[in-house]
Protein backbone atom coordinates (compact mmCIF):
# COMPACT_ATOMS: atom_id res chain seq x y z
CA UNK A 1 0.00 0.00 0.00
CA UNK A 2 1.05 3.42 -1.11
CA UNK A 3 1.64 6.42 1.29
CA UNK A 4 -1.51 8.69 1.15
CA UNK A 5 -2.68 11.56 3.15
CA UNK A 6 -6.01 12.16 4.66
CA UNK A 7 -8.58 14.48 4.44
CA UNK A 8 -11.90 15.20 6.48
CA UNK A 9 -14.44 16.74 4.33
CA UNK A 10 -16.98 18.74 6.24
CA UNK A 11 -19.79 19.37 3.51
CA UNK A 12 -20.00 18.17 -0.13
CA UNK A 13 -18.37 21.51 -1.46
CA UNK A 14 -15.24 21.19 0.93
CA UNK A 15 -14.95 17.49 -0.04
CA UNK A 16 -15.29 18.40 -4.19
CA UNK A 17 -12.51 21.40 -3.10
CA UNK A 18 -10.04 18.63 -2.39
CA UNK A 19 -9.50 16.95 -6.04
CA UNK A 20 -6.74 19.16 -7.79
CA UNK A 21 -6.33 16.05 -9.86
CA UNK A 22 -8.66 14.23 -12.20
CA UNK A 23 -9.86 10.21 -11.43
CA UNK A 24 -8.33 8.25 -14.41
CA UNK A 25 -11.39 6.56 -15.73
CA UNK A 26 -9.80 2.98 -15.13
CA UNK A 27 -8.81 2.90 -11.50
CA UNK A 28 -5.86 1.12 -11.61
CA UNK A 29 -1.88 1.82 -11.31
CA UNK A 30 -2.17 5.02 -13.49
CA UNK A 31 -4.33 6.82 -11.02
CA UNK A 32 -1.23 7.52 -8.56
CA UNK A 33 -1.81 10.89 -8.16
CA UNK A 34 -5.42 10.90 -7.73
CA UNK A 35 -7.23 12.62 -4.85
CA UNK A 36 -10.31 9.86 -4.51
CA UNK A 37 -13.07 9.57 -2.15
CA UNK A 38 -13.76 7.30 0.62
CA UNK A 39 -17.20 6.99 2.34
CA UNK A 40 -17.78 3.17 3.53
CA UNK A 41 -14.32 2.33 2.15
CA UNK A 42 -14.74 -1.24 1.36
CA UNK A 43 -14.14 -1.44 -2.58
CA UNK A 44 -11.32 1.37 -1.98
CA UNK A 45 -9.07 0.04 0.31
CA UNK A 46 -9.04 -3.30 -1.72
CA UNK A 47 -8.01 -1.55 -4.70
CA UNK A 48 -5.46 0.35 -2.46
CA UNK A 49 -4.36 -2.72 -0.95
CA UNK A 50 -3.50 -4.80 -3.90
CA UNK A 51 -1.77 -1.59 -5.29
CA UNK A 52 -4.01 -1.05 -8.09
CA UNK A 53 -4.96 2.24 -7.11
CA UNK A 54 -2.61 4.37 -5.73
CA UNK A 55 -3.92 7.78 -4.88
CA UNK A 56 -2.22 10.99 -3.34
CA UNK A 57 -5.18 11.60 -0.89
CA UNK A 58 -8.05 10.00 0.08
CA UNK A 59 -10.76 12.40 1.18
CA UNK A 60 -13.46 11.31 4.15
CA UNK A 61 -17.36 12.05 3.07
CA UNK A 62 -18.74 9.75 5.50
CA UNK A 63 -19.23 12.05 7.90
CA UNK A 64 -20.63 14.92 5.67
CA UNK A 65 -23.69 15.89 7.94
CA UNK A 66 -27.31 15.40 5.98
CA UNK A 67 -25.67 12.21 3.97
CA UNK A 68 -27.01 9.52 6.34
CA UNK A 69 -30.47 10.22 6.53
CA UNK A 70 -33.71 8.26 5.56
CA UNK A 71 -37.35 9.80 4.97
CA UNK A 72 -40.29 8.40 3.04
CA UNK A 73 -43.25 10.44 1.81
CA UNK A 74 -46.13 8.24 0.71
CA UNK A 75 -46.75 11.20 -2.24
CA UNK A 76 -42.66 11.82 -3.00
CA UNK A 77 -41.02 8.54 -2.38
CA UNK A 78 -38.53 7.32 -0.28
CA UNK A 79 -34.94 9.32 -0.30
CA UNK A 80 -32.00 7.39 1.40
CA UNK A 81 -28.59 9.75 1.46
CA UNK A 82 -25.62 8.26 0.04
CA UNK A 83 -23.68 7.64 3.60
CA UNK A 84 -26.81 5.51 5.20
CA UNK A 85 -25.63 2.07 5.85
CA UNK A 86 -26.85 -0.85 4.39
CA UNK A 87 -27.79 -1.92 7.90
CA UNK A 88 -29.73 0.90 8.17
CA UNK A 89 -31.71 0.74 4.71
CA UNK A 90 -32.46 -3.28 6.05
CA UNK A 91 -33.75 -2.47 9.26
CA UNK A 92 -35.84 0.30 8.55
CA UNK A 93 -39.79 -0.50 8.51
CA UNK A 94 -41.14 1.69 5.90
CA UNK A 95 -38.81 0.14 3.19
CA UNK A 96 -39.98 -2.90 4.21
CA UNK A 97 -43.05 -2.61 4.03
CA UNK A 98 -43.31 -0.47 0.52
CA UNK A 99 -40.08 -1.75 -1.23
CA UNK A 100 -40.33 -5.06 0.28
CA UNK A 101 -37.20 -6.35 -2.47
CA UNK A 102 -35.22 -3.00 -1.65
CA UNK A 103 -35.45 -5.20 1.50
CA UNK A 104 -35.03 -8.52 0.90
CA UNK A 105 -31.96 -7.20 -1.19
CA UNK A 106 -29.87 -5.71 1.51
CA UNK A 107 -30.60 -7.98 4.04
CA UNK A 108 -28.98 -10.71 1.60
CA UNK A 109 -26.07 -8.56 0.50
CA UNK A 110 -22.41 -9.33 2.28
CA UNK A 111 -22.03 -10.04 5.84
CA UNK A 112 -23.98 -8.39 8.71
CA UNK A 113 -20.37 -6.82 9.81
CA UNK A 114 -19.74 -5.48 6.40
CA UNK A 115 -23.60 -4.27 6.53
CA UNK A 116 -22.62 -1.91 9.09
CA UNK A 117 -19.57 -0.49 7.44
CA UNK A 118 -20.92 -0.22 3.79
CA UNK A 119 -22.90 2.63 2.41
CA UNK A 120 -25.76 2.54 0.04
CA UNK A 121 -23.94 5.46 -2.22
CA UNK A 122 -20.30 3.33 -2.48
CA UNK A 123 -22.06 -0.10 -2.86
CA UNK A 124 -24.05 1.37 -5.96
CA UNK A 125 -20.50 2.98 -7.56
CA UNK A 126 -18.40 -0.19 -6.70
CA UNK A 127 -16.31 -1.88 -9.75
CA UNK A 128 -16.82 -5.47 -10.99
CA UNK A 129 -15.51 -8.59 -9.15
CA UNK A 130 -14.35 -10.41 -11.80
CA UNK A 131 -10.62 -12.29 -10.49
CA UNK A 132 -8.91 -10.52 -13.84
CA UNK A 133 -9.17 -6.84 -13.21
CA UNK A 134 -8.86 -6.93 -10.29
CA UNK A 135 -5.39 -8.51 -10.21
CA UNK A 136 -2.18 -6.35 -10.94
CA UNK A 137 -1.00 -9.42 -13.35
CA UNK A 138 -3.45 -8.88 -15.72
CA UNK A 139 -3.80 -5.86 -18.02
CA UNK A 140 -7.35 -6.88 -19.68
CA UNK A 141 -9.87 -4.67 -21.93
CA UNK A 142 -11.15 -2.68 -18.78
CA UNK A 143 -7.29 -1.73 -17.96
CA UNK A 144 -6.43 -0.81 -21.34
CA UNK A 145 -4.94 -3.98 -22.64
CA UNK A 146 -5.93 -6.06 -25.64
CA UNK A 147 -8.00 -9.17 -24.70
CA UNK A 148 -9.96 -10.52 -21.69
CA UNK A 149 -8.46 -13.33 -19.73
CA UNK A 150 -12.18 -14.87 -18.93
CA UNK A 151 -13.35 -14.91 -22.04
CA UNK A 152 -11.08 -17.85 -23.21
CA UNK A 153 -12.55 -21.12 -23.97
CA UNK A 154 -9.47 -23.23 -22.27
CA UNK A 155 -7.53 -21.10 -19.71
CA UNK A 156 -10.81 -18.46 -19.02
CA UNK A 157 -12.08 -18.73 -15.39
CA UNK A 158 -15.46 -17.51 -16.26
CA UNK A 159 -17.77 -19.74 -14.07
CA UNK A 160 -19.25 -16.27 -12.36
CA UNK A 161 -19.34 -14.47 -15.70
CA UNK A 162 -22.01 -13.03 -17.46
CA UNK A 163 -24.18 -14.63 -20.25
CA UNK A 164 -25.55 -11.43 -21.48
CA UNK A 165 -24.32 -8.33 -22.94
CA UNK A 166 -20.75 -9.91 -22.78
CA UNK A 167 -19.48 -9.11 -26.27
CA UNK A 168 -16.52 -7.05 -25.07
CA UNK A 169 -16.03 -7.22 -21.43
CA UNK A 170 -18.02 -10.43 -19.61
CA UNK A 171 -17.62 -9.43 -15.89
CA UNK A 172 -20.83 -8.86 -13.81
CA UNK A 173 -21.09 -5.93 -11.71
CA UNK A 174 -21.15 -6.52 -7.65
CA UNK A 175 -23.73 -4.52 -6.21
CA UNK A 176 -26.94 -6.87 -6.41
CA UNK A 177 -28.60 -3.83 -4.13
CA UNK A 178 -28.59 -2.41 -7.77
CA UNK A 179 -31.06 -4.61 -8.67
CA UNK A 180 -33.71 -4.03 -6.63
CA UNK A 181 -32.91 -0.17 -7.05
CA UNK A 182 -33.33 -0.39 -10.49
CA UNK A 183 -36.67 -3.06 -10.71
CA UNK A 184 -38.30 0.24 -8.33
CA UNK A 185 -37.23 2.65 -11.11
CA UNK A 186 -34.34 4.64 -8.70
CA UNK A 187 -32.70 7.84 -9.20
CA UNK A 188 -29.53 8.95 -8.55
CA UNK A 189 -28.64 12.58 -7.20
CA UNK A 190 -24.78 13.65 -8.28
CA UNK A 191 -23.45 16.93 -7.34
CA UNK A 192 -20.70 18.39 -9.14
CA UNK A 193 -17.54 20.41 -8.14
CA UNK A 194 -19.63 23.76 -9.22
CA UNK A 195 -22.33 22.98 -6.86
CA UNK A 196 -24.77 21.76 -9.83
CA UNK A 197 -26.83 19.27 -8.91
CA UNK A 198 -28.09 16.26 -11.42
CA UNK A 199 -30.75 13.52 -10.95
CA UNK A 200 -30.46 10.24 -13.20
CA UNK A 201 -32.42 7.42 -13.70
CA UNK A 202 -30.39 4.25 -12.10
CA UNK A 203 -30.80 2.66 -15.79
CA UNK A 204 -28.96 5.85 -17.05
CA UNK A 205 -26.53 5.84 -14.41
CA UNK A 206 -24.76 2.42 -15.72
CA UNK A 207 -22.31 2.66 -18.21
CA UNK A 208 -22.28 -1.07 -20.42
CA UNK A 209 -19.02 -2.39 -21.51
CA UNK A 210 -20.29 -1.83 -25.41
CA UNK A 211 -20.67 1.90 -24.41
CA UNK A 212 -17.47 2.69 -22.70
CA UNK A 213 -15.17 0.06 -21.64
CA UNK A 214 -13.36 1.99 -19.38
CA UNK A 215 -16.43 3.49 -17.57
CA UNK A 216 -18.87 1.34 -15.21
CA UNK A 217 -20.96 4.17 -14.44
CA UNK A 218 -21.65 7.71 -15.37
CA UNK A 219 -19.37 9.42 -11.78
CA UNK A 220 -17.04 11.87 -12.59
CA UNK A 221 -13.47 12.33 -10.36
CA UNK A 222 -15.56 15.83 -9.80
CA UNK A 223 -18.62 14.15 -8.89
CA UNK A 224 -20.39 13.22 -5.19
CA UNK A 225 -23.79 10.68 -5.00
CA UNK A 226 -25.70 12.69 -2.29
CA UNK A 227 -29.17 10.27 -2.24
CA UNK A 228 -30.95 8.03 -4.14
CA UNK A 229 -34.50 8.54 -4.84
CA UNK A 230 -37.63 5.65 -5.11
CA UNK A 231 -40.69 6.92 -6.50
CA UNK A 232 -44.29 6.30 -4.32
CA UNK A 233 -45.04 3.19 -5.04
CA UNK A 234 -48.83 2.28 -6.36
CA UNK A 235 -50.97 0.48 -3.46
CA UNK A 236 -51.01 -2.73 -5.83
CA UNK A 237 -47.59 -2.57 -5.89
CA UNK A 238 -46.25 -5.53 -5.27
CA UNK A 239 -42.75 -7.05 -5.23
CA UNK A 240 -39.93 -9.73 -4.37
CA UNK A 241 -36.02 -10.05 -4.55
CA UNK A 242 -34.22 -13.80 -4.70
CA UNK A 243 -30.41 -14.15 -4.63
CA UNK A 244 -28.57 -17.65 -5.78
CA UNK A 245 -25.20 -18.04 -4.47
CA UNK A 246 -22.59 -20.62 -4.37
CA UNK A 247 -22.46 -21.33 -0.44
CA UNK A 248 -25.42 -21.21 2.26
CA UNK A 249 -23.43 -18.55 3.64
CA UNK A 250 -22.88 -14.90 2.43
CA UNK A 251 -21.36 -15.05 -0.87
CA UNK A 252 -21.50 -13.19 -4.33
CA UNK A 253 -24.25 -13.66 -6.33
CA UNK A 254 -24.55 -16.21 -8.88
CA UNK A 255 -27.78 -14.93 -10.44
CA UNK A 256 -30.03 -12.26 -8.34
CA UNK A 257 -33.29 -11.27 -10.08
CA UNK A 258 -35.69 -8.26 -8.45
CA UNK A 259 -39.45 -7.87 -9.67
CA UNK A 260 -41.26 -5.24 -9.34
CA UNK A 261 -45.05 -5.35 -10.18
CA UNK A 262 -48.68 -3.22 -10.66
CA UNK A 263 -51.29 -6.31 -9.87
CA UNK A 264 -54.92 -6.35 -10.49
CA UNK A 265 -56.36 -9.55 -8.68
CA UNK A 266 -54.15 -12.15 -9.76
CA UNK A 267 -52.83 -10.17 -13.28
CA UNK A 268 -49.91 -8.21 -13.76
CA UNK A 269 -50.47 -4.95 -15.01
CA UNK A 270 -47.15 -3.50 -15.14
CA UNK A 271 -43.59 -5.16 -14.74
CA UNK A 272 -40.21 -4.14 -13.99
CA UNK A 273 -38.22 -7.02 -13.47
CA UNK A 274 -33.97 -6.58 -13.53
CA UNK A 275 -31.27 -9.24 -13.31
CA UNK A 276 -28.04 -9.00 -10.95
CA UNK A 277 -25.07 -10.97 -12.23
CA UNK A 278 -26.03 -11.48 -15.94
CA UNK A 279 -24.32 -8.93 -17.75
CA UNK A 280 -21.66 -6.07 -16.94
CA UNK A 281 -24.41 -3.89 -15.27
CA UNK A 282 -27.29 -4.55 -13.98
CA UNK A 283 -30.20 -5.72 -16.79
CA UNK A 284 -33.37 -4.33 -17.01
CA UNK A 285 -34.94 -7.71 -19.31
CA UNK A 286 -37.61 -5.67 -21.08
CA UNK A 287 -38.76 -9.09 -22.84
CA UNK A 288 -39.47 -10.68 -19.94
CA UNK A 289 -41.66 -7.69 -18.67
CA UNK A 290 -43.03 -7.61 -22.05
CA UNK A 291 -43.77 -11.42 -21.68
CA UNK A 292 -45.77 -11.27 -18.07
CA UNK A 293 -47.57 -8.23 -18.38
CA UNK A 294 -51.45 -8.33 -18.70
CA UNK A 295 -51.21 -11.90 -18.50
CA UNK A 296 -52.05 -14.13 -15.37
CA UNK A 297 -49.68 -14.67 -12.87
CA UNK A 298 -49.65 -18.02 -12.78
CA UNK A 299 -46.43 -21.18 -13.27
CA UNK A 300 -47.00 -20.83 -17.39
CA UNK A 301 -46.73 -17.34 -17.42
CA UNK A 302 -43.62 -17.06 -15.02
CA UNK A 303 -41.75 -19.64 -17.25
CA UNK A 304 -42.65 -17.99 -20.52
CA UNK A 305 -41.42 -14.78 -18.86
CA UNK A 306 -38.38 -16.23 -17.36
CA UNK A 307 -37.47 -17.80 -20.85
CA UNK A 308 -37.79 -14.70 -22.99
CA UNK A 309 -35.27 -13.17 -20.48
CA UNK A 310 -32.24 -16.01 -21.64
CA UNK A 311 -33.21 -15.96 -25.22
CA UNK A 312 -30.18 -14.09 -26.12
CA UNK A 313 -28.06 -15.60 -23.56
CA UNK A 314 -24.66 -16.00 -24.54
CA UNK A 315 -23.14 -18.42 -22.19
CA UNK A 316 -18.87 -18.93 -22.03
CA UNK A 317 -17.40 -21.76 -21.49
CA UNK A 318 -18.16 -22.65 -17.85
CA UNK A 319 -21.16 -20.76 -16.95
CA UNK A 320 -23.78 -22.19 -19.05
CA UNK A 321 -25.30 -23.29 -16.04
CA UNK A 322 -26.61 -19.63 -15.63
CA UNK A 323 -29.48 -19.85 -18.02
CA UNK A 324 -31.18 -22.85 -16.46
CA UNK A 325 -30.28 -20.91 -13.08
CA UNK A 326 -31.70 -17.94 -14.39
CA UNK A 327 -34.98 -19.33 -15.57
CA UNK A 328 -36.02 -20.77 -12.68
CA UNK A 329 -34.51 -17.79 -10.50
CA UNK A 330 -37.03 -15.60 -12.41
CA UNK A 331 -39.91 -18.07 -12.60
CA UNK A 332 -40.07 -18.56 -8.47
CA UNK A 333 -39.12 -14.63 -8.33
CA UNK A 334 -42.49 -13.35 -10.16
CA UNK A 335 -44.74 -16.01 -8.14
CA UNK A 336 -43.81 -15.10 -4.75
CA UNK A 337 -45.70 -11.77 -6.08
CA UNK A 338 -49.08 -13.58 -6.61
Given at each position: ?6 Y?A ?20 S ?18 K ?5 P???V??R???G???I??D ?15 I?S ?9 AL?QA???AA?P ?6 T??G?IAQ?N ?12 Y ?5 R?F???S??G ?7 L???SC???H ?13 N???VNA?G ?9 FF????E??AM??I ?9 IV??P??K????SYIK ?5 SY ?9 V ?9 SA??V ?5 PV???S?E ?8 T ?13 M???R ?5 DY ?5 V ?11
Open positions: MNKFSWEKSVEDALEQVNSTVSDELYQSENATIFKSGGVDVFDWVEGLLKQMININIPLDKSYPKKGLRIGSNVTLAEGDPEIKNQYLHVNHTQLRNVSLGNRRCWYFRSADHNCRKGGDCARHKTENENHAIDNGVSVASSIATALMAFNAVVIEKQKTVPMDDVSAGDMENLQAKEIITELPPSNTKSQVAREDWSLADVAVMEVSGNTCKSILGAAAPYRVAQQAIENKINSENATAAAKAAAKAPLSKNKVPLFSTITQTILDIS
